[in-house]
């Protein structure tokens, strides 16, 4: 009868069954074990017995706990830097070896001075060749100052004598870069607790690489262990991993991840957002599309009105628009590709980010029509091609495009419509 | 003696593995659902991925059934055996029989290409062997003062251009000078990339097939530089690096952590690309040839 009526309580059965499908996908995703058990029976203990929503199946409705749970362990909104009383605050980086330590460090003085900080470079790592020539040569290229000493004096020496430097200058932000080490080198690791005692920075942050695995909890746990690690800059995130990384760094060490280096480029930098991770890991295959139909069932009335309108042969150009958009909201084209069943190992063969920069030309075509040119296009002449064209700051054939190709789509669907209604008559499945 | 330096290089990492499987195999316990559900788990922690230790599973309790095992303590062996299995596949020595052997080093950010192509040097200059490291990489600031110093310290020649000239061209003039100075080998130090930006491995496809018209056959081989602490990710990196450059090999690189790099069992499985060294320590002795008995016999104690 329950079954019937659908609905009811969340069962333990229901959940399990859910968390099992959550489980698989947070492993492949790279988060450490204990830290996916721990979660899916925090998520478990909340979950049996919790009405379900009307929308929503039982396995969907956990998997939008599991979203939202997920999002909450991140820390739920962007974090920020802390800066303490004095004058000039002091930023420490450590990692491990191949993080993106130098790298991240000249990118956040480039963010801090955007902000209109007055950053200053300190380069620690006297212990890789070329390191300090690597940070100076970074620090030239956005204009920034690079105290350095050499690679002679102990790392800890240079940073004192940066942190002075800066004072004296009156820089406000001291930014500390030191030599990659593995958690497990004792002497390493002391130096860096030497450091911290006499510079007694404000933030210390440990660079993560995105793509770490199952270590990612064993490595931060021990940075945190010895450092008390105050915040993340989760690195390589311009990569195809799931970053899982992030979830077991996070749980060790109770720290927010901060900043996210998205590429090469020196402004290749972000704030980092909690949620936009969350879609990631879950990412790509059933998990995802399960939430975004949990969260989309609201647009379902939406969508039944453009069936409709289909049908009639009613599509215009603001349903082209609305539906450009709605793609583009579910996140870059790469990684909706990795969706479709069997396109997973399509990505990167393809270069996506052409359609992606076309997508947005036709998207400020449409912009720049009139109402009435959107609801009935064939009243766009000559004329008002070339309006449009110089409204959106494209080219009179870059219009005629999108309009060709609008009308493919309007043809394309008017077929569908057809054979639709051939089949509820139950006639023949018609040639195509 | 190697697998001494082996096993200390890689003792966290066995130590951690062997307690875990101990506690999990120990005291007699009945080879039962839960005991291979346990297994499972710690293959899963040491990277070898979900699907993989979720195969290598299945096999172990097909032959626990085969073999009538009942005693927890004789799996340990059937482990072992397994796992050494999906390794051995096409593993092989490093090619140097050509002279010069022109070596291209690839890999992403950060993994330690240039660190290797030094410990590489210093292998060939160990055997008192001609080198010639080519400054592939004038993408990264300082790069090429990197492997200077390193070429400087293992005693190689050093081919490089200016900071962002084209890379081919310094792949085409370290094997053109490798021809002319008779070297034994020519290293080529690529910049690292990430696999998912097509343009940059366009470019390295290019780098690739410059090197063979600099001397047909080159590269002989391909190596992708891989960081043992990667997850699943590295098999995308090697599917991808595979795809634009033919690789012939692995070097599993900062195994000397607490990583367990058990991502290299899925893909020396799955693309068939064998590890051929693996770098166990900061210092130039710690390359080492890779042997699957060894890894294997590491890892599980």
Known sequence: ?432 | MVFERLRAGLERTRSHMRDMLNTVLSGGRRVDDELFDEIEETMIQADMGFATAHALVEELRQRCRNERITDSEAVMPLIRDVVEDRLRQGTSDLLTDQTPAVIMIVGVNGSGKTTTCAKLAHRFRTDKKRVILGAVDTFRAAAIDQLEVWAQRTGADIIRHQEGSDPAAVAFDAIAAGIARRADAVILDTAGRMHTRSDLMKELGKVRRVAGKALPGAPHEVLLVLDATTGQNAMRQAEEFQSVTELTGIILTKLDGSARGGVVVSIVDQLGIPVKMIGIGEGMDDLRPFDAAEFVEAIFG
């Not at chain 1, 899982?244 to 749980?251: D, E, I, Q, T, Y």
């Open chain 1, 1 to 432: 009868m329950r079954r019937l009526r659908g609905r009811g309580k969340l069962t333990e059965a229901d959940v399990n069954a859910a968390l099992r499908e959550v489980r698989m996908a947070l492993l492949e995703a790279d988060v450490s074990l204990p830290v996916v058990k721990e979660f899916t029976n925090r998520v478990k203990e909340r979950a049996v017995g919790i009405e379900v929503l009307k929308s929503l199946s039982p396995a969907q409705h956990v998997i939008k706990m599991v979203k939202e749970e997920l999002i909450n362990m991140l820390g739920g909104e962007p974090a920020h830097l802390q800066r303490g009383g004095g004058d000039t605050s002091v930023l420490l980086i450590v990692g491990l070896q191949g993080s993106g330590k130098t790298t991240s460090a000249a990118k956040l003085a480039l963010h801090l001075r955007k902000k209109g900080q007055t950053p200053l470079l300190v380069a620690c790592d006297t212990r890789r060749p070329a390191a300090i020539k690597q940070l100076q040569v970074l620090g030239k290229s956005i204009n920034i100052p690079v105290f350095t000493q050499g690679d002679r004096p102990s790392p800890v020496d240079v940073a004192q004598a940066g942190v002075g430097h800066a004072r004296h200058q009156g820089q406000d932000t001291v930014i500390i870069d030191t030599a990659g080490r593995l958690q497990i080198d004792d002497d390493l690791m002391q130096e860096l607790e030497e450091m911290k005692s006499m510079v007694k920075p404000d933030e210390i942050l440990l660079v993560a690489d995105a793509m770490t695995g199952q270590e990612a909890v064993n490595i931060a746990g021990e940075f945190h262990r010895r450092l008390g690690i105050s915040g993340v800059i989760l690195t390589k995130l311009d990569s195809d991993a799931r970053g899982g990384a992030a979830l077991s760094v996070r749980s060790a060490t109770g720290a927010p991840v901060k900043f996210a280096g998205v590429g090469e480029k020196m402004d290749a930098f972000e704030i980092f957002h909690p949620d936009r991770l969350v879609s990631r890991i879950l990412g790509m295959g059933d998990v995802l599309t399960l939430i975004e139909k949990a969260e989309q069932s609201f647009a379902e009335e939406e969508a039944k009105d453009l069936e409709r309108r289909l049908r009639k042969q009613e599509f215009t150009l603001d349903d082209f628009l609305s539906q450009m958009k709605q793609i583009r909201k579910m996140g870059p084209l790469e990684n909706l590709m990795g969706m479709l069943p069997g396109m997973d190992r399509m990505k990167g063969q393809v270069d996506l980010s052409q359609s992606e920069d076309e997508m947005k030309r036709a998207e400020a075509i449409i912009n720049s029509m009139t109402v009435v040119e959107r609801r009935q296009p064939v009243v766009i002449d000559a004329s008002r091609k070339r309006r449009i064209a110089r409204g959106s700051g494209t080219r009179v054939q870059d219009v005629n495009r999108l309009l060709k190709s609008f009308e493919q789509m309007r043809h394309m669907l008017k077929n569908v419509g057809k054979l639709e209604r051939e089949l509820k008559r139950g006639g023949r499945f018609p040639q195509l």
